[in-house]
Each structure stands twice: as C-alpha cells, then as structure tokens.
C-alpha cells in the first residue's frame, strides 16, 4: 500500500515519449479490479496516457480520488462503482464524506453508466469536451453541502446527458458550452450557476425533471454590473402567499422573471 495521500496505482511518466508528444502510455485497460485505499489515499491516477480503460471496477475507501487523471485524453470509465464508504444511502456519517470519487483534469474523455455513492463530489470536471452519460449520483446530499457534479470555470463543452442526481447537485462555473440534458434530480437536488468572472455563453439545459423541490423556475437578467464588475449573488428566499421573493446582495438594475407550477399532488403543499 502507498504511503498517506498516495494512491495504489500509478501509470504516470515515463522515459519514453509517442507520438512526439507529452504521451506516456496507450492503449492500457483495467478491468475487474477492487481498488481498497484503505481510507490512505487514493485509488488509480493516470498521467499524459492515451485511450484508456476503466471497466467494471470498484473504487473504495479513498480519501483523496478514486480515479484522478491528468493530462492525455480519450481515458474511457465505464460501469464502475466509486464510493468512500460502502452504503446504501442515507448514511448516519453521510455529512463527514469527503473526497472526489472522479476527478477529470484532461480533455476528451468519457464517463458513462457508473454510480457515484459517497464522497464530497462524485465527479469533478476540469478538462474539456468530455461525456457524461448514465450516471446514478448520491454522493453527499445539498443539506450536507455536498456536489454530485461540479463543472470548473475551465471546463468548456462538456455534456452531461441522462443521469440521474439523487438529492445532490450540479454546480458549473461560469459555463461556456456546456450541456445538461435528459437527466432527473430527485429531492432536493438542483443545478447551480455560479459566477466567477461573471460571463457565460452557450449554456443548454433542457428536457430534464425536478422532484421533491417547489415547483418554480425563475432567471435572473442584470443590465450592466454590480460593484467591481461582478454579477450579484442572487436566490429565491421566500415562496408563499402566491408570491415568490427574489433577493440579491446589492442593488441593482435587473429584470426577473419567474414561472410557477401549482399543481397539487396528493400529500403535497401548494403555495
């Protein structure tokens, strides 16, 4: 086992060079392996490696990634679990989570049909136009400030289709084509905008479902900038009395718009 804050396998540099580029390693797969960090470290980091595979495996007790890959492009996950703790959910230590189950910081790569159960964020998207399809994420829960997907400022055109985030979130910062499609957020997970720099462009969300959160949608256009240049911190704080109140930190000249859903379910409020 590698020392604390270590990982148990590396594919990183090497003397050689293909390509005539910073790639070190093609055309490798793992497949059908336990990867147990025994709660020291990490699980597999792959380094400038070209076209890799992560199949069928599971990744468990780390404490830092289970998967982190730098660099290269086109490393392929596919039907992997991830988890720091083995649970089925609704875990009594489920607030102490930490860790990144996937951590992407490389172009061009795939993830697909993989659970995410328990860490501070399932996947973390650094690198850009990489695909994310079929996953089932119950990491952490929003109560617990938790992220099932979190998009860096630096993670153009990515595509996140058909997931499901299961009382978790997803956060993308300042995103530049990014694309959130055909996914279902259960409890109170959500999708967060959230402003670095304060621009954005090429955003798509659409044909996904919320259950379990009020029935309101509302966006938030400001003309100009707020104070040094920056977008206003803004969020819906009250919603009842069929009125839904939108506050921001400072004044500012803004148009909000809101579209309310008030179909009662059975057992279900309406405001």
Not at 120 to 137: E, F, I, K, P
Request: proline share 1%; aromatic share 12%; glycine share 10%.
């Amino acid at each position: 086992m590698s020392p604390e804050s270590e990982i148990l396998i590396y594919k990183t540099e090497s003397v050689h060079r293909l390509h005539g580029r910073w790639i070190y390693y093609e055309d490798v797969t793992f497949r059908d392996i336990l990867f147990d960090s025994a709660r020291r470290g990490g699980g597999l980091l792959i380094v400038n490696s070209l076209r890799t595979r992560i199949i069928n495996s599971y990744f468990l007790n780390f404490t830092t990634q289970g998967i982190l890959v730098q660099g290269g492009h086109e490393t392929y996950i596919a039907s992997c679990f991830l988890g720091q703790k083995s649970t089925v959910g609704d875990d009594e230590h489920e607030a102490d989570f930490f860790g990144t189950a996937i951590d992407l910081a490389s172009n061009d790569n795939s993830v697909t049909d993989t659970v995410l159960f328990s860490s501070q964020t399932g996947l973390l998207l650094r690198g850009q136009a990489n695909m994310v399809s079929g996953l089932h994420v119950y990491n952490k829960g929003v109560k617990y400030r938790g992220t099932g997907i979190y998009v860096k400022e630096s993670a153009a055109f990515n595509r996140i289709d058909n997931s499901y985030m299961d009382y978790t979130s997803i956060v993308m910062e300042d995103p530049y084509f990014v694309h959130l499609t055909n996914s279902m957020f259960l409890g109170d997970g959500n999708v967060v905008l959230k402003s670095v720099y304060g621009r954005m462009a090429g955003l798509t969300v659409r044909d996904n479902f919320f259950h379990g959160i009020d029935h309101f949608q509302y966006s938030f256009y400001v003309k100009g900038r707020g104070r040094g240049g920056r977008l206003p911190v803004h969020a819906a704080t009250n919603v009842s009395g069929n009125v839904v109140v939108v506050e921001s930190d400072e004044a500012v000249d803004a148009v909000v718009s809101v579209v309310v859903d008030q179909f009662k379910k059975v057992r279900e409020a309406t405001y």
